[in-house]
């Protein structure tokens, strides 16, 4: 929630000062398969891990009743929509 209404780049700063990095499509997908119930309405996040260079910001909400991928622009912010981040990502040993 310090993320919602904050636009997606000030997010990307906030998160970096905590030693937080942003979540990625793939990870973002992977969390609201096993915890689906973290995903709701009005209370949606980007996925800033993604982003392809340009103003675009790949985010997950709900719409309809039904989850939706797609992308917001980085520099608006919505009270719905906030920047999902991890502090360590895990991997095979």
């Known amino acids: 929630e310090e ?52 103003r675009r910001v790949p985010a997950l909400w709900i719409s309809k009743g039904a989850p939706k991928l797609g992308w917001c622009w980085a520099g608006n912010p919505h009270t719905w929509l906030g920047s999902a981040s991890c502090r360590d990502r895990v991997g095979p040993e």
């Open 3 to 54: 993320t919602l209404n904050v636009t997606p780049d000030d997010a990307m700063v906030a998160i970096t000062a905590r030693g937080r990095t942003s979540l990625t499509v793939e990870e973002g997908i992977g969390f609201i398969t096993h915890f689906p119930e973290s995903l709701e309405k009005n209370h949606c996040f980007s996925l800033a891990g993604s982003r392809c260079g340009d």
